[in-house]
Each structure stands twice: as structure tokens, then as C-alpha cells.
């Protein structure tokens, strides 16, 4: 027996015992670094997965939503509305008193769909605004049994006396003021009571009353329809049309999310979908007013097309459909490549083919966003069933 082996068995058990040594130590080093270099490697990895995963899937569900939500209202717009006679009105007179502003009911559209063009810039996107009533008589003409003055009641021809007590709105409801001269105005019925001298028939009042936020007041004073130049006698075929409620909705993108506002419910802004940077729309018209074939797509423009910022009577009638785009980033920020600069995105969306490019160079980090364009086509049914001539 070798005598260290002699040692090793008079001696104690650990102090026979044997350390790594320095070699043994650094391969160990190594392997470990190069595991947790593999795990960082697959866990960034997963991580870009992920982030571009959800990324898309948050895009995914804000666009969808975005797109269905303003399809949803178009489709509505027009229905309750006597398109066919209040679109050849030549002046349309509305009022809306919050409390702490009045004046004309802001962004009225006057007809069921209305596109205000924002413009080609960095982050400019369009306004759609659409219109509609709850009314399923509306386009019943009720005559009205005398001359009506639109002014506040206090006289017996202020207040409105149709012909037949059938459709009409009860208190809280809508309804257009009108006569063949051309002019129409907006009023809420304030009191509905049985009619004296013609017991199957009713009064209708609109009396003003001291608006709020809550509760705004669409009835203007005398002193402010005087001073407006408002028609106010109606006595030439003077007659009336029941709208219900109304819903007046405007579909905006504002600090990068869809929002809506409705007069004629509240007017703060309700925020819809967030991360969508862009809204864009066109009309889709008719090549004669009447026709119902949509010959070509125009933007709310006054241009060589024609002036469809602020169309004329004859071309609201050729207005058939509503082709729009929305424009959703994905809601996580996607890490710079090499230098610092990000390449996720190199090129700017288009909303359509051969459609405009949406310019999104007002956020200096648009390029480090995914994106996606949600684009449809929506034909204004209630204007087509209308077939106005």
C-alpha cells in the first residue's frame, strides 16, 4: 500500500476529500455562460414573438371593432328621415342651447351621411358624420290644419296642429317644420294635447327652455330666430314630419383613437377604439341624380370632380354609398433595429387601392409600429330605397 493511501485511511474522510480545480472551474464557467446566453436567446426571441403577436392581435381587434361600429351607423343612416322632401329644403334651421353656448346644432349634416375631408397632411383624418330618426312613420307627410308660425308658443299659431294624431312624436320627440317654399326647421315637441276642435287630432307645442349639458334645448327664442333670419310663417302647404329620437353621431379620430359625439344625446366625446391613427372616406355617386349605380368614388373636396365639400342639391341626391378606411397601429412600440432606428414599418399605409397614403410623419416613431388598414364599401340604404329624384 502506497503510503498517501496509508494516510488517506488512518486520516478523517473530509480530509481525504478534493476540490475543482482552477481548469475544472473555468469549463464549468463557460458552459453556464453559454446556457444563459441560449435561454436570453430564446426568451428574446419569444418575447419579439410575443410583443408582435399581441400587437397584431390588439390591432386586429380595435380595427374590426372600428370599421363594424361606423359600417353599423351608415347602414342606419336615413332611416326615421323624410329624405325624399327634407333634402330639397333650401335652408335647414336647427338650435341647440348646452347651457354655456348656443346657436345651430353643430355639424349638422342635413343629409344622412356628410364627409368632412381633413386634408392629405401629417395625422389628418376625415370626419363621417351620420344622421337618423327612430320614427317608422317618418316619411308620412302629416298636413297641418292652419298656418303655423315657428316661434315660440303663447299664440294659437305657434303651436302645431296636424292633421291626424297618427305617428306623431310624443313629448321629447323630433320633428321637421316645413312647407313648400323650402325652408325646414328642427323642433322638439315640448306638450302634446288633445285637440278642441278636432277631437281625433292634437296640439303640438315647442316651447324653448333654459338648456344644460344634460339636458340641451333645441327650440329657439323669437329674439333668436328674428335675429337669425329664420322663416318662421309657414302657410304655404305647411305640414309636418315626425322624426322620434334623433341620433346625430360624428365619428373623428382624435389623439390616436376613435371617438363619437351626438348632439342630440350628449355632446361629450365617447372614446370608441384607441391606436387608430387614421380615418378616411370617399362618397360613392350616381352619375345623375336618381340613379342608383355608383359610376364614381369622390372625396369632400371642392375640385375639378365637382364641390363636394359643400354639394349642391342635385349631387346629394347622387350620393349612393360610403367607402371608408381605417387605420390601426398595433398598441405595443415594436425595439430599434442596429443604430437605433427603427424598420418595422418602412412604408406608410394606403387606405384603398390607388387610394391616398396616409402620412403618419407628425410621430417621429411611427416607423417602429406595426399597422393594418380595415377597409369596406357601405351603400346608404335607406337613401337608395328613398330612390330621390
Known sequence: MKPENRLCVSASRIACQRGFGLVELMVGMVIGLIVTAIIYQVLSTF??????TTGSAGAQVNGA???????????????GMPSADVIRCNAYQT????GAS???VPGFPQTPVRIVDGGNGPGASDTITVLWGSSVRANVMNLLLQDVQANPPGTAAADMQPTT????SSTGGF?????????????RITGSVANPVAPTTVVLSHAPAAGTALMPNYNAT???MSAQGWQTNFNSNPRIYDLGALTQRIFSVVNGSLQSQDYFSSAARTELASNVVALKAQYGVAAVAGGQNVSAWVSATNGPAGNWATPPLVDFKRIKAIRLAV???????ERPGAGGVCTITTAAPVTWPGGPTVDLSNDADWQCYRYRVFETVVPLRNVLWANLT
Open 95 to 98: 338650435y341647440h342651447d348646452n
Open 327 to 333: 387605420v390601426v397601429r398595433s398598441p405595443l412600440k
Open 175 to 187: 320633428a321637421w317644420l316645413t312647407d313648400d317654399v323650402g325652408n325646414c326647421t328642427l323642433v
Open 102 to 104: 348656443f346657436g345651430p
Open 47 to 52: 418575447e419579439g414573438v410575443k410583443r408582435t
Open 222 to 224: 323669437a329674439a333668436w
Open 65 to 79: 371593432f372600428s370599421l363594424s361600429t361606423i359600417e353599423r351607423d351608415i347602414r342606419a343612416a336615413g332611416w
Open 165 to 168: 294624431a297618427v305617428g306623431m
